[in-house]
């Protein structure tokens, strides 16, 4: 927990941005702080490890390293193929990596991660997941999904103008070119559709001239040379990159840009009927929901507050260091094999004798900071005219990328407190890490407060708390040259096999678990 409680008054909000203010609440305390991710553990890594005697020895067949999505699919698959003899070590309090839950005032609501789209069948792992977990099921012979955690309508909505519209493309009160060039990309998403293969996970595609072609170019430039200008259409593109790869349209390539449409369900423009859209799952707790799911099964052989500094291949097998957070002390684990579900910049520090093909990926990964901030509000909000509450709510022109409200899928008949998780990227800033880092919970609060405050005067009047988790390294952004359906999973290299989202070249569910999956059954 960060900088402790301080006093927001509503007149501090009035002027910070210049708003009035609905109904008339008494000057308020919010708290809150910097939670979730330990910063200390990750820089334990940058330390020169002094050669100490390991207090401890453990033996494991396999010894998975990190236990994000990747990590606790590699553990699924494992249990799955009868293999018990494993273990997972993770360097935080719990499993999940960016996918976990947090709760603030009691109610749930995603630290990172907030839901899955309904996965298509070029994601049988995670299809078969979601089986086990009781979401899907055949009812007369085809796949339903559980209306429970699917996201309820309206799912989204976008602050436009002074109203609010449904969906998040703008279209009140814009101009015939602007839905021209609408037109025009939704023709160039379904040109790209025809002339190749677009899956989640990239790699179940054979790569293509089509995608070679997009993946050596930016995404501006892409619609630059097609002649797509117009500010709306541009706004929009911008904030799914960001929305999805932490970096806008300058920086994500043209087959990142395109990838999101085409391996989906496509772009409709206004007026055009839209195509099949099966929808995304969604809990209070966003991904977490899974990834509780994913480690609940694992017991003892899930060890967390384990920061891995070293591992090594020997002539028996792999030895992997561990400092345990608890004691200080270093632990030794002795395994035949080891699968490597860390970031690509961490396993690049930590595997000793980093092979050429590791070194190469950390080097050539741009990372994208994330921050996330849960809002607790203890009454609801008023509302502007326009579209009704949604699940996803998105500010257009704002810095950041709008808030998810935790209770949505809540059946409750008349609203009440909730938490809004509000979600920034900033894969764009120059020197996002470090700007991220020293700034000050204070100075975040007031800026949340004040970007929502546009759509919404009397939030800060009602909000009593507010944690912020940050990420330094999110995400892996899909940038020219780094990325595509030829993006090599998982990457074995003798007793070692690396997976996480990062060697997909950008960071979604089904990535992380695929390749996770398919790992374990490298090393069973
Ligand atoms: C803010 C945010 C929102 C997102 N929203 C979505 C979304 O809505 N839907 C979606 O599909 N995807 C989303 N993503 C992408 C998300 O990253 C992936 O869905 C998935 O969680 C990635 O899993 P992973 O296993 O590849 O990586 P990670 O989550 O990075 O897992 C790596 C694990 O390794 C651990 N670790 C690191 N170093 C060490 C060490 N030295 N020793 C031991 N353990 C270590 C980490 O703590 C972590 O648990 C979001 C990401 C962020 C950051």
Known sequence: MGQGAALITRR??????????????????????????????????REPQVATQPSTYHQTRVLIVGAGVAGLAAARALRL?????????????SAGGNSRAGSVAGIACPLGAHYLPVPSDDAPEVQDLLEELGLRRR????WRYDERHLCHSPQERLFFEGAWQEGLLPVHGVGAQTLAQYRKFALLV???????????????????????????????????QHGLSDSHLRWYLDYCCRDDYGAGLSLVSAWAGIHYFASRHGFTAPGAEAGDHDGVLTWPEGNGWLTQRLAAPLGERLRTQQVVVRIEVVKHGVEVDAINVHSGRLERWRASRCIVALPVFVAARVVRGAPEALRLRANNIRYAPWLVANLHLDTPLHDRPGAAPSWDNVIYGAAGLGYVDAQHQNLRPVPGATVLTCYRALGDHPDGRRYLQERTWAQWRDEILAELSTAHPDLPGKTTRIDITRYGHAMAIPTPGTEGPASRVPQQLGRLCFAHSDWAG???????????HQAASLHR
């Open 12 to 45: 501090h909000f009035v002027g910070a941005a210049t708003l009035p203010l609905l109904g008339c609440q008494a000057p308020r305390q919010i708290e809150g702080g910097f939670v979730g991710v330990n910063p200390q553990r990750g820089h334990l890594l």
């Open 81 to 93: 193929h009868g293999m018990q003899d494993f273990a997972l070590l993770e360097l935080e309090d």
């Open 139 to 142: 009812v007369s012979g085809r």
């Open 190 to 224: 379904e040109q790209a559709r025809a002339s190749a293969k677009w899956t989640i996970p990239a790699s179940k595609s054979p790569e293509s001239p089509v995608h070679r072609a997009l993946n050596a170019i930016t995404f501006i430039a892409y619609l630059e």
């Open 506 to 516: 950008y960071s979604v569910f089904e990535e992380a678990f695929t390749q996770g």
